[in-house]
């Protein structure tokens, strides 16, 4: 990239004017003094296609996926991560200089970097992971655990036919609890993670019996607004370690920016601020 040339990177999806990844990635270009723009489009489905084949024509060196195009765009793309495969979604577009498209799927990366930013003594051997959720960020969270090493993944979806699907996908280290039971998931339980958005302001709360958690348990909620949800206050009340949603967007963001501006970005507490603002 020449000095000439000003890199364009973005968000698309539909909606899109909640994201905070423009603010994300605009604190670290203005960080690192690059001369670049992170511009969010809301793309419709029906011109998605057109849309993927045309920013790389207007400068764009790339662009994150969000809802509800992350599954859409692996159809799209020349090229795929096998973890992008295997989560069966991407999150993350490169625009290569040979013209190809590249998918990836960052958001098991992030999810494991901010549990390891916040608990760095987490060990994926020291017991069972619990997942409330079947969807997409369950997906990316159960194919991070599994690499990682945990052996046992107690997972409990509102639908039970898709924990079931999941199951099997992943294979027979997930364990299918009937929501009414999923409770019972956290006794023994070293790591519970919610990716639900049960929690999240404006949605219900998870009310999940939580008696089975110890003082050793870590529990995380992808839900950063509010940054303490119910679940986390809760395991914080009885002695867990408690990790929130945010630096998992964070994290997620840090491969990226990488690829597409030619540095690596750092998560820390200003970037923290500058997203809490």
Not at 68 to 79: N, S
Not at 115 to 126: F, I, M, S
Not at 171 to 179: A, E, F, Q, R, T
Not at 214 to 233: F, I, N, Q
Request: charged letters at 20%.
């Amino acid at each position: 990239m020449n000095d000439n040339e000003i890199p364009l990177a973005g968000v698309i999806g539909s909606p899109v004017a909640h994201s905070k990844s423009p603010i994300l990635h605009g604190h670290w270009l203005k960080t690192h003094g690059i001369k670049g723009h992170y511009i969010p489009m809301d793309v419709d489905h029906r011109d998605l296609e057109s849309v993927i084949h045309a920013l790389p024509k207007m400068g764009f060196v790339g662009v994150n996926v969000t809802i509800p195009h992350k599954e859409a765009v692996l159809e799209l793309a020349d090229l795929v991560t096998d973890r992008a495969a295997l989560i069966g979604a991407a999150n993350t577009l490169i625009f290569r200089k040979d013209g190809k498209v590249h998918a990836d799927n960052t958001d098991g990366y992030g999810f494991m970097e901010n549990l390891r930013q916040n608990v760095p003594d987490w060990n994926p051997e020291a017991g069972p992971a619990a997942i409330f959720g079947a969807g997409g960020a369950a997906r990316a969270v159960i194919a991070a655990l599994i690499e990682s090493g945990v052996s046992e993944l107690r997972l409990a979806n509102r639908t039970r036919a898709r924990a079931e699907a999941l199951r099997s996908e992943f294979g027979p280290k997930i364990s299918v609890y009937d929501w009414v039971q999923a409770g019972d998931m956290l006794e023994g339980a070293a790591t519970v993670v919610n990716t639900t958005s049960l929690g999240m302001a404006g949605k219900p709360e998870l009310r999940i019996p939580l008696g089975g958690l110890s003082r050793d348990t870590v529990v995380t909620d992808l839900v950063y607004a509010p940054l303490e949800t119910g679940l986390l206050l809760a395991a914080q009340e009885k002695g867990c370690r408690a990790v929130d949603g945010l630096g998992m967007l964070l994290h997620q963001a840090v491969p990226a920016f990488e690829r597409w501006f030619g540095v690596r970005p750092k998560v820390n507490e200003a970037l923290r601020r500058a997203i809490l603002a």
